[in-house]
């Protein structure tokens, strides 16, 4: 069983960083593709950056191209994204999720989710 526990959100200003954990408490997590979504109020579920299991590929969503860097340390279990340069339209609660099957890009194709964690970016 996977259990993701994400943190490092928290409310910044435009143009500043933040970085977000995810920890895989079950060490399952090192055989396992890992993401990065985000919801904002009233919209949909959105692909962030997705990350193979040996992280020697990634894949990020149009809209963080550039700025974001999503990263992943297996001896520690623990899964990163680096977000540079955020931006208002960044504000969201951000996910991790784990073992993707079929389009990883869509959020039903999914298996493990975390809780959640809120970043929110003023301008």
């Known amino acids: 069983q996977v259990q993701l526990v994400e943190s490092g959100g928290g409310l910044v200003l435009a143009g500043a960083s933040l970085r977000l954990s995810c920890v895989d408490s079950q060490r399952t997590f090192s055989r396992l593709p890992m993401g990065w979504f985000r919801q904002a109020p009233g919209k949909e579920r959105e692909f962030v950056a997705a990350?193979?299991?040996?992280?020697?590929?990634?894949f990020y969503g149009d809209s963080v191209k550039g700025r974001f860097t999503i990263s992943r340390d297996n001896a520690k279990n623990t899964m990163y994204l680096q977000m540079n340069n955020l931006k208002p339209e960044d504000t969201a609660v951000y996910y991790c999720a784990a073992d993707p099957e079929g389009d990883y890009k869509k959020d039903t194709d999914w298996g493990y989710w975390g809780q959640g964690t809120q970043v929110t970016v003023s301008s």
């Open positions: 990350i193979t299991w040996s992280g020697g590929s990634t």
